[in-house]
């Protein structure tokens, strides 16, 4: 499986992005989307995560409200609507799916990993 992110880019505060993460190879069965983002010198942390049907979404507290995830399983493609921008959301956001059932909200949960796309946020 390849994930493929893209989206990224430098806006200012208060602007908004649409990141995509388009997934190829052998994604058989249903399985679960994640987003997550690492800013320099911190740790990989979860900004959401949305399963199979969509009928399960979580966000992390410092995105809801201004964050919306979403897919469209017949193109095998995970959407990060980011509104509202903010300095503190600059970080490399990573994609990744899991063919395991959890909450989707730690990396450990998760099999393949997309590469990675840069959003910076300036003040």
């Known amino acids: 499986v390849q994930l493929q992110a893209s989206g990224g880019g430098l806006v200012q505060a208060g602007d908004s992005l649409s990141l995509s993460c388009a997934a190829s190879g052998r994604t058989f069965g249903s399985y679960l989307m994640g987003w997550f983002r690492q800013a320099p010198g911190k740790e990989r942390e979860f900004v959401a995560t949305?399963?199979?049907?969509?009928?399960?979404?979580y966000y992390a507290d410092s995105v809801k409200g201004r964050f919306t995830i979403s897919r469209d399983n017949a193109k095998n493609t995970v959407y990060l609507q980011v509104n509202s921008l903010r300095p503190e959301d600059t970080a490399v956001y990573y994609c990744?799916?899991?063919?395991?059932?959890?909450?989707?909200?730690?990396?450990?949960?998760?099999?393949?990993w997309g590469q990675g796309t840069q959003v910076t946020v300036s003040s």
């Open positions: 990744a799916l899991a063919h395991a059932r959890g909450t989707g909200r730690s990396i450990y949960e998760y099999d393949y």
């Open positions: 949305i399963n199979w049907s969509g009928s399960r979404i």
